[in-house]
């Protein structure tokens, strides 16, 4: 992974729309193929069976692919094309408005811009340099806290469980913790709680609805001594009983210059992220960071420049 990757959020082009069977005048709209745009539109409720007619015509007339001849019309948009073609692909995403997580949660609102490349970037990275070898679990960790770094390991879980893999988010921040808030959990119930045998890990694990392979523990009930908890023996039968139900295990960690808490997490995890903010982050603090990460045996993945 390079040293540092900027995530910027640049619109991209959108891509073409897939080929649809052409249909004679005479054909009905019921007979557009199933999965394919025309049928998935229609179900939708973006066209009309009588518009279904109207592309289908001009379709067979031009050429155009069914998706173009329907923005051709004016029926449909850009924007519609793209989401028919996520469910062609079995790739999820939000409309604006839906989840009701926060607009930054860019992945799931905006996967197509250039801002959700580089987390796909960031995936493959670890994909290739971490997740083999029966590795499992990561720690995100950040130098200041409003760094953007919950964001961000929200933004990476919802992108590994995009590509299929089973993923949990662990919110670990035993202190100030967010990641209830951004994915709409109660957060009565989490981490603390199962640390201290108060609750069961699979019975407060919560299955995030609005994507196929995503899951949250959160914080739960902040405790007064959350190093304490961390550095438990809990901590690791947890964690060996989640990698085995688990392909990808993010843990969001308290920000460095407001505790060790990431360090005994890492520790445990083997392994950490670093993620510095481009207006925020000196890189001093980054260094020093770095150098007690692997004076306790973590190794550093890779870092991530972030601008959000």
């Known amino acids: 992974m390079n ?7 640049n619109k991209m082009s959108i891509p073409d729309s897939l080929e649809t069977k052409k249909l004679s005048d005479s054909d009905s709209t019921t007979a557009v193929r199933k999965f394919s745009i ?3 539109l229609l179900d939708m409720g973006k066209i009309t069976p009588v518009e279904a007619e109207r592309i289908l015509r001009l379709q067979k007339e031009s050429g155009l692919r069914f998706g ?18 996520a469910q062609q692909f079995d790739y999820p995403y939000l409309l604006p408005g839906q989840g009701n997580h926060p607009p930054e949660l860019v992945v799931a609102y905006q996967p197509f811009g250039t801002q959700v490349e580089v987390f796909r970037a960031v995936r493959s990275q670890l994909m290739l340099r971490w997740f083999t070898f029966e590795r499992k679990a990561l720690a995100i960790i950040s130098c200041n806290p409003d760094e953007g770094a919950s964001l961000f390991t929200a933004n990476l879980a919802v992108v590994f469980s995009q590509l ?3 993923t949990l988010l662990i919110d670990a921040n035993l202190r100030c913790p967010q990641q209830h808030e951004i994915f709409n959990l109660k957060n009565k119930q989490g981490l603390s709680d199962v640390l201290v045998d108060r609750a ?12 196929v392979d995503l899951s949250v523990l959160s914080a739960g009930t902040l405790p007064p001594n959350p190093l304490e ?8 039968e947890m964690n060996n009983q989640l990698a085995s ?21 890492a520790a ?10 481009k207006n925020n982050t000196r890189l001093t603090d980054i260094n020093a960071m770095n150098e007690q990460l692997k004076y306790s045996g973590t190794e550093v993945v890779g870092s991530v420049l972030i601008d959000f």
């Open 3 to 9: 040293d540092l990757e900027s995530l910027k959020g």
């Open 229 to 236: 908890l961390l550095n438990r023996s809990s901590f690791d």
């Open 245 to 265: 139900q688990y392909d990808v295990i993010l843990y969001d960690t308290l920000a460095f210059s407001n505790g060790v808490d990431a360090l005994a997490i």
């Open 268 to 277: 445990r995890t083997d392994g950490a992220l670093i993620v510095a903010h």
């Open 68 to 85: 173009d001849a329907a923005i051709k019309l004016g029926l449909i948009t850009e924007a519609d094309i793209q989401l028919v073609l």
């Open 200 to 211: 069961n890990v699979s019975e407060v694990i919560a299955k995030i609805d609005s994507f």
């Open 164 to 166: 299929g893999e089973r």
């Open 38 to 40: 025309g049928h998935i």
